[in-house]
């Protein structure tokens, strides 16, 4: 059965990138930081593409920000990414806003199925699926990881990792948890998000980059959507940013008793 699958595509630093923060704690510092798509989000696009390749269907790819945001969705519809949609939104945002502009998405493309990374690396928040679940009434499996088959290495990494049943109304879904993996059967439509051991993201071919040039790539206002301000102010706001302390150098100590002290009184860990 196809589906029509709507996946994201976060612009986020990249973490080679060394990160400094501002003297006065509003934000860091962007000069000379290199950006690049949320990682867990290109494993969503990935699966999204695996999903279409074996059932057929279309892959839409969205995502939130200002012209910048535009390098991210274009390698994502390098990858494969039939369409993208990109919604102009410059303000502060959170896992809240993020979520209200989403299901908004959804209600105008209707997909079988919303896939997400499962965090963003720069605030590792971890909270957009599940709201945007919530929001829209749907199912929801976090935390995907791989599927489990007997087919071998070479064809395992081409197969989805999202098993689709064979009347196509519900995924399979093998999720990580604390100690192991649990298997969950996920009614359509649903929000999945990925977790990293789903699979291994493809590289762009120099075909795809260029006819990634030529794909529709719509932008809209977040106010084109139906959202008002309230919907668009966070609620949770960064007040202060602050470079962790430095680390210490080590000391000498004469024997164990005087190891055990400074663990005690001074580093406080025993």
């Given at each position: 059965?196809?589906?029509?699958?709507?996946?994201?595509?976060?612009?986020?630093?990249?973490?080679?990138s060394k990160i400094k923060v501002k003297p006065d704690g509003s934000g860091i510092v962007t000069d000379g930081v290199n950006y690049k798509m949320n990682p867990f989000d290109e494993i969503a696009v990935e699966e999204a593409l695996r999903l279409k390749e074996k059932h057929g269907g279309e892959v839409i790819v969205a995502s939130i920000g200002?012209?910048?945001?535009?390098?991210?969705?274009?390698?994502?519809?390098?990858?494969?990414?039939?369409?993208?949609?990109?919604?102009?939104?410059?303000?502060?945002?959170?896992?809240?806003?993020?979520?209200?502009?989403?299901?908004?998405?959804?209600?105008?493309?209707?997909?079988d199925l919303v896939i997400l990374g499962k965090q963003s690396i720069d605030d590792d928040q971890n909270q957009t699926g599940q709201y945007l679940a919530e929001r829209l009434g749907w199912g929801q499996a976090t935390f995907a990881s791989k599927h489990e088959s007997l087919e071998s290495e070479a064809e395992q990494k081409k197969q989805p990792g999202l098993a689709l049943s064979a009347d196509g109304k519900a995924l399979q879904v093998v999720r990580e948890v604390d100690g192991g993996v649990e298997t969950l059967e996920l009614t359509l439509p649903g929000v999945v998000t990925t977790d990293l051991r789903l699979n291994k993201p493809r590289f762009a071919s120099l075909p795809g980059i260029m006819k990634a040039k030529k794909k529709e790539l719509k932008e809209l206002a977040a106010a084109e959507l139906g959202l008002g301000p309230d919907d668009l102010a966070p609620k949770v706001i960064v007040r202060k940013l602050a470079e962790p302390p430095k680390r210490k150098g080590g000391v000498k100590v004469q024997d164990v008793a005087e190891l055990w002290k400074k663990l005690h009184e001074e580093a406080k860990v025993l």
């Open positions: 059965m196809p589906l029509k699958i709507l996946v994201t595509a976060k612009r986020v630093e990249d973490p080679e200002g012209d910048k945001a535009t390098t991210e969705i274009r390698a994502a519809l390098a990858m494969g990414a039939e369409r993208a949609i990109l919604v102009r939104h410059d303000g502060p945002m959170d896992p809240g806003v993020a979520s209200a502009i989403l299901a908004k998405l959804v209600e105008r493309e209707h997909p």
